[in-house]
């Protein structure tokens, strides 16, 4: 009996096996782990590359866009210079939100989007920054090419979640958010974090 090749049979690690972009660092790839909808936060399994259970949400908000990560990048040193405020990166990959017109309630998929900005979030001392982008071919953000392109409450509600979300009743907050950057900066935290994947893992 004939076996099919390997590249059917299994599928490849989400982080380590998909690409970073068809035009890194403005056009990325995101693989989205949480949607608008998700009042449960879920996250890949680094070992397995399946998506997990991490926690319910502590507080009531909600995600205001799609969030995930761009595979293959890595917040490691390179990642943690660019924010005097942190001892390091967070040791993850790095974490971007895309923003779609249309409702899109599935996650586990992968799209393309248009880097625009970012946020420096400081977690504990780590710099645990988040890309903002906006779908790729969407035609209602066909002209966002930078953080100014975008309505000041939508990324007041970005920063308001990342503020919070982490919350515990009872508990004083680690988190916070540093500054909010544009579209230049956003690209040289890509190619940070691409050369700190780099370091860690090869190609």
Not at 54 to 82: E, K, M, N, W
Not at 108 to 131: C, F, H, P
Not at 157 to 174: A, M, N
């Amino acid at each position: 009996m004939a076996f099919p090749s390997p590249f059917y049979r299994w599928r490849p690690h989400p982080w380590h096996g998909l690409e970073l972009g068809p035009n890194p660092p403005k056009l990325v790839f995101a693989y989205i782990e949480l949607t608008p909808f998700d009042l449960v936060k879920y996250e890949v399994d680094k070992t397995t590359g399946y998506l997990k259970v991490d926690r319910p949400q502590h507080t009531s908000s909600q995600p205001p866009t799609l969030y995930g990560f761009i595979p293959r990048t890595y917040c490691g040193p390179r990642v943690g210079a660019l924010a005097p405020k942190a001892a390091k990166g967070d040791g993850d990959p790095l974490d971007i939100c895309v923003i779609s017109e249309r409702p899109i309630t599935k996650s586990e998929v992968i799209l393309a989007a248009r880097v625009v900005g970012g946020m420096l979030m400081i977690d504990n001392d780590e710099a645990d920054d988040k890309i903002l982008a906006v779908l790729d071919k969407d035609r209602f953000w066909d002209k966002a090419e930078d953080i100014d392109d975008l309505p000041s409450v939508l990324v007041e509600r970005l920063r308001h979640y990342f503020s919070t979300y982490k919350l515990i009743p009872g508990k004083e907050s680690v988190a916070y958010i540093e500054e909010i950057y544009g579209a230049q900066k956003a690209m040289q935290v890509i190619q940070a974090a691409r050369q700190d994947y780099l370091d860690m893992f090869g190609e």
